[in-house]
T-cell receptor, first 116, second 113 residues
């Protein structure tokens, strides 16, 4: 079964510092890959989506992700953290599950704190 | 407008039944339901498309649902257990796709006492 592992349940960075959130997945077949953000008491918002052969994908709010097929990983980065980036971040992969449908599998999430 | 869910908060007692509602983005026809326990990522419950359950995750039959002709959906949880306390998320995806991009609602937080 597909598994998604996010490294670090809690990451703290200083305002203005680099943000790096790590995610690995187990499938040997490159699936679609996503990063979602969840602010307190809200649903999930799509940050970025990877569906092509490009190695670097830019998302919203200045986030981007580099996809390394050989490492089955896709880490989320942002050059300079802002206080408004404090939230929980989820990576997810999607696999074709048959009958014309896809199924999303999420990691457990990484809570990002930004220190002023 | 985005995906909407109601109610936003629900308190129920163990053994009771609850119904949670989801209204998709206009033009979206597939509905997906997820359970997000505290400190966990969302877990897939099931998908509805054309008023039928198309795929299902590893959840017991106490979890059932329905999709209405206007594409809105209802999640029913029967005989509630304390462990059913969670945030229940609904997501919709556009017509002509198979759910590879899903747009999430704000969720319904269910507390079972």
């Amino acid at each position: 079964a597909q598994s998604v592992t996010q490294l670090g349940s809690h990451v703290s960075v200083s305002e203005g510092a680099l943000v790096l959130l790590r995610c690995n997945y187990s499938s040997s077949v490159p699936p679609y890959r996503f990063w979602y953000v969840q602010y307190p008491n809200q649903g999930l918002q799509l940050l970025l989506k990877y569906t092509s052969a490009a190695t670097l994908v830019k998302g919203i709010n200045g986030f981007e992700a580099e996809f390394k097929k050989s490492e089955t990983s896709f880490h989320l980065t942002k050059p300079s953290a802002h206080m408004s980036d404090a939230a929980e971040y989820f990576c997810a992969v999607i696999l074709y599950s048959g009958a014309g449908s896809y199924q999303l599998t999420f990691g457990k999430g990484t809570k990002l704190s930004v220190i002023p | 407008a985005g995906v909407s869910q109601s109610p936003r908060y629900k308190v129920a007692k163990r053994g009771q039944d609850v119904a949670l509602r989801c209204d998709p983005i206009s033009g979206h026809v597939s509905l997906f339901w997820y359970q997000q326990a505290l400190g966990q990522g969302p877990q897939f419950i099931f998908q509805y498309y054309e008023e039928e359950e198309r795929q299902r995750g590893n959840f017991p039959d106490r979890f059932s649902g329905h999709q209405f002709p206007n594409y809105s959906s209802e999640l029913n949880v029967n005989a509630l257990l304390l462990g059913d306390s969670a945030l229940y998320l609904c997501a919709s995806s556009p017509a002509g796709t198979s759910g590879e991009t899903q747009y999430f609602g704000p969720g319904t937080r269910l507390l079972v006492l």
